[in-house]
């Protein structure tokens, strides 16, 4: 694991404002290791997203698997009858309701829907087709419940990315799709949407452009005419880096996505809104780890520092990304190379590498930036408990979840 080329760089007014929050949580009782997430870095974010030019209305979905937080969600449900929630699992589609969502405001997307959605069908739903199997075994409910339907379309750059000669198993075939289409056409079934997925960390806004190129080239050959263009998610998340130092939105140009989907939304007339399903690139930056140092040790050159909480329990994502490091106590001095550890018995556990002041000791905090996506679905117990969640919106900061006990634990037996 090597240091990101500027973790310093970290914008100053979002570490004050993470450093409030956190010295808040630790005066009204916060036990550590706690995640502190927070709304108004994710209304933030869409506010930016929603200003751009796309050529036609845009909508914002939360997507509830990358920060399965009911605080969330609730806030988001709240901001406006227009803020629905994308979901992939019956557990999610399940939590959606519990927290008020109506099933008009529910997206559901993801494969193998037909395992769970007949048990939990309902009027009103709006569902995208994943594949033919589940076309064949969902279409019957779609025509009694006058479900809003779309097809996800696999297109050209949606490939395994850690083996690019592979494709992904998401999506149908442009082939299946045109045979979906007729299938639904022959059922009655108009086709609202057509939706597409390329994957995260997406580099450059050109790849969004061959994809949607291959949306329209689709719609011209079959006659379909969805007027909901889904354009997934895939925005690469600010302020994290490549495990080799590289930042994942150094090319990224949000205005030149924009200006993709509004040239290709130009030749699909037909399209009158446009979806965003964005994840990562939104909740990110709306959440922290704040872990405190139970030991220190000294070997080969570098400073090992021992916290409560680390890799193996709160943040699996820094095993393939580096985010920023900060103290939360003022600590001058010189810096020295830095190992942040968690408490478990693995070597793997291990946050990252920094140069980081040489005067922390014991009892003192760190901040580990944008764990806000991801974070609590990988979290695990690996000797230890889940943490404990803080959240702030415009009610202020409050406790939401506490550690677990052994006792709530050794329950689930």
Request: aromatic share 8%; hydrophobic share 45%; net charge positive.
């Given at each position: 694991m090597s240091a990101p080329s500027r973790p310093h760089l970290y914008p100053a007014p979002a570490a004050r404002a993470w450093r409030r929050r956190a010295q808040l949580a630790l005066q009204r009782g916060a036990v550590t290791p706690s995640y502190l997430f927070a709304a108004e870095p994710y209304a933030a974010a869409v506010r930016s997203l929603a200003a751009l030019d796309y050529g036609r209305p845009v909508r914002t979905w939360l997507s509830?698997?990358?920060?399965?937080l009911p605080a969330l969600w609730q806030w988001w449900r709240e901001q406006g009858s227009g803020h629905g929630i994308e979901v992939v699992s019956e557990f999610e589609f399940r939590g959606a309701l519990a927290d008020g969502y109506t099933?008009?405001?529910?997206?559901?997307?993801?494969?193998?829907?037909?395992?769970?959605?007949?048990?939990?069908?309902?009027?009103g739903l709006?569902?995208?087709?994943?594949?033919?199997?589940?076309?064949?075994?969902?279409?019957?409910?779609?025509?009694?419940?006058?479900?809003r339907i779309g097809?996800?379309?696999?297109t050209p750059g949606e490939?395994?990315?850690?083996?690019?000669?592979?494709?992904?198993?998401?999506?149908?075939?442009?082939?299946?799709?045109?045979?979906?289409?007729?299938r639904m056409q022959?059922?009655?079934?108009e086709l609202e949407g057509i939706h597409f997925h390329l994957r995260t960390q997406v580099p450059v806004a050109?790849?969004?452009?061959v994809a949607l190129e291959a949306v329209r080239d689709w719609c011209e050959r079959t006659g379909a005419r969805p007027r909901i263009l889904d354009v997934g998610g895939g925005l690469p998340a600010p302020w994290t880096w490549s495990a080799d130092g590289r930042r994942f939105d150094a090319r990224f140009r949000l205005a030149e996505y924009a200006a993709v989907i509004r040239r290709a939304v130009d030749r699909m007339p037909f399209v009158r809104e446009v979806w965003l399903e964005n994840g990562r690139h939104l909740s990110a930056r709306a959440g922290v780890l704040l872990v405190r140092i139970l030991d220190v040790k000294e070997r080969s050159g570098t400073r090992l520092l021992i916290c409560d909480g680390g890799r193996t329990m709160n943040a699996l994502v820094s095993t393939w990304e580096e985010h920023a490091l900060l103290p939360l106590e003022r600590r001058t001095g010189r810096r020295v190379l830095t190992a942040v550890h968690g408490p478990t018995c693995m070597a793997f556990d291990c946050l990252g590498r920094r140069r980081l002041p040489a005067s922390l000791r014991p009892g003192d905090h760190l901040l580990w930036c944008e764990a806000g996506a991801y974070h609590l679905p990988w979290e695990t117990r690996f000797s230890h408990g889940l943490a404990e969640v803080w959240w702030e919106d415009?009610?202020?900061l409050r406790r939401v979840r506490r550690a677990e006990s052994f006792e709530s634990y050794r329950a689930l037996w």
């Open positions: 509830a698997k990358t920060q399965p099933p008009e405001r529910i997206l559901i997307n993801g494969p193998a829907k037909h395992r769970w959605l007949p048990a939990l069908a309902r009027p709006r569902v995208h087709f994943d594949s033919l199997r589940e076309l064949q075994l969902l279409l019957p409910l779609a025509v009694e419940f006058q479900w097809l996800r379309l696999r490939v395994d990315p850690g083996h690019p000669e592979f494709p992904t198993q998401f999506g149908l075939e442009p082939a299946e799709a045109a045979l979906a289409l007729g022959r059922a009655g079934v050109t790849e969004f452009a415009e009610r202020g």
